[in-house]
């Protein structure tokens, strides 16, 4: 028998990551194909066309199938982006644009939830946003709301499922039709086949295997190999953050119980921050730049500290885990990027530098907070296209002053789909398994002493209290 393979597919914010892994978690094929671009219509609208990240995924697929023996292919799991909502028709054709996780328009739907169920509700969570949607555009043909995953894990195999579990309190206070939320299937279980109509689309064989996937940091949380107390990561694709894998701590920052998979007697401490790779793909953008390489190298000649420039990364907003006092979350819709200290000699390879170190503070910001209700990590690991640079690696061993480890695979998303993949056709015994067998770390690198030193002091004296300083003056801006 041929040894099987594993599809990951990763939907990503800006693109779409298909890899193709054996058991072991070696790389046969990897894709990464850009999708429909965000489009930003009016203040807090942020959505996206779910059928251009179909038509990518099956690009992506075609691709990477060209590559390998499709016979060989035994399951296919998808992680995505999210809270990211989507509406289909019966037929599983979407019905308008999705709801990104950055579009946070459905603050009055969720907070009049809020005084229904007697807790606060997050206007960038599912329920209100299906609540807004049914308010704005109450479309008689809307027959499912899915999250970014299960829409794509539901046009391949044509069982429509959600993967994590609904807010019942929420769907209760809504008035919604229950029936339009999917039923529940837990991570790393088989949801059905691979459909002819699908097969064709990807270049793929029908009635292979497809397993439930997961929000896309949880997967790579997994791909990442955190599967044991003081495993760590840093997440690095277009948002970002920090998660530890450690004992319950009560009050600390995790996902909800039962929301999202966990290694067993453990929780995901930490979370994400609204812009990371964002930043960087956003200065891209301004400067012309279609690869990053160039812009990467002219950074690496900037010292330490770029000459005096800092970024503060908020372009999407601000949501901390941990304010300064490490109780209360801060989330702030209004809060904008800044370029601190701008001067006539900066290049833009200064720019380009100042926005590495800016995101990597803004990293440690979820870092501090999560290890002071729980303990530090030995080591942590980097993953997600970020990864990929040696020198933006190197800034977040300085910036955190801990020894930063880069597996062999670091498009991690992919990489823990794929592992839900083995273990939901019982090539691993679960997804736990799955990741210690198909993770290894490739590189170890360690924090220089000086670098470290001038980041701690731009971190405390000029990063932290920067924002405190001007976050009055963002709503004035409109």
């Excluded at 005084?115 to 299906?130: M, R």
């Excluded at 807010?167 to 086949?193: C, I, N, T």
Aim: glycine share 12%; charged share 20%.
């Amino acid at each position: 028998m041929s040894e099987p393979l594993f599809v990951g597919i990763d939907l990503g914010t800006a693109r779409v990551k298909v890899g193709i892994f054996d058991r072991q978690g070696h790389q046969h094929a990897m894709r990464i194909v850009p999708h429909a671009g965000l489009m930003t219509v009016e203040r807090g609208e942020v959505t996206q066309d779910a059928a251009g990240w179909w038509h990518a995924v099956c690009k992506a697929l075609r691709a990477v199938s060209a590559e390998v023996d499709v016979d060989r292919i035994a399951a296919i799991a998808v992680c995505g982006q999210g809270p990211t909502l989507v509406s289909t028709d019966a037929r599983l054709h979407p019905r308008g644009l999705a709801l990104t996780w950055m579009d946070k328009r459905a603050t009055g739907e969720a907070a009049a939830l809020g005084k229904q169920i007697g807790h606060s509700v997050d206007p960038g969570h599912y329920v209100a946003k299906a609540l807004r949607l049914n308010h704005v555009d109450p479309d008689p043909r809307r027959r499912w709301y899915f999250q970014s995953w299960d829409y794509i894990t539901a046009r391949l195999s044509g069982v429509p499922h959600a993967s994590s579990t609904w807010f019942e309190d929420e769907l209760a206070a809504s008035g919604l039709p229950r029936d339009h939320f999917p039923p529940y299937v837990a991570p790393g279980q088989p949801v059905g086949s691979l459909t002819e109509a699908a097969a064709r689309s990807c270049g793929l064989r029908a009635g292979v295997p497809v397993v439930a996937g997961t929000n896309d940091g949880i997967a790579s949380c997994i791909g990442a190999g955190l599967t044991e107390r003081g495993d760590s990561v840093i997440l690095g694709g277009t948002s970002g953050g920090f998660v530890l894998c450690w004992d319950p701590v009560p009050g600390a920052w995790a996902p909800p119980p039962g929301t999202y998979p966990e290694p067993p007697g453990r929780r995901y401490l930490g979370a994400s921050i609204s812009s990371s790779g964002l930043a960087l793909d956003w200065l891209a953008s301004l400067l012309g730049a279609h690869e990053y390489g160039a812009l990467l190298d002219g950074a690496a000649a900037v010292p330490p500290g770029s000459d005096g420039l800092l970024l503060l990364p908020y372009i999407a907003g601000l949501f901390l885990p941990y304010t300064v006092d490490e109780r209360a979350p801060l989330a702030d819709p209004d809060a904008r990027g800044v370029f601190f200290g701008l001067r006539a000699s900066h290049s833009r390879s200064h720019l380009v530098r100042a926005v590495l170190e800016g995101v990597a503070f803004a990293v440690r910001q979820v870092y501090d907070g999560t290890v002071a209700q729980a303990g530090p990590p030995p080591a942590t690991r980097t993953v997600g296209g970020q990864a990929h640079s040696a020198l933006w690696n190197q800034i977040k061993a300085d910036v955190l002053g801990i020894t930063v480890l880069v597996p062999e695979v670091v498009e991690a998303g992919a990489l823990g789909a794929a592992c839900l993949a083995a273990a939901g056709s019982g090539h691993h015994k679960d997804m736990w398994e799955a990741a210690r067998a198909m993770v290894r770390v490739a590189d170890r690198l360690e924090p220089d002493p000086a670098a470290h030193d001038l980041y701690d002091r731009r971190y405390e004296e000029v990063f932290k209290p920067l924002y405190p300083q001007v976050k009055d003056l963002f709503p004035r801006l409109g």
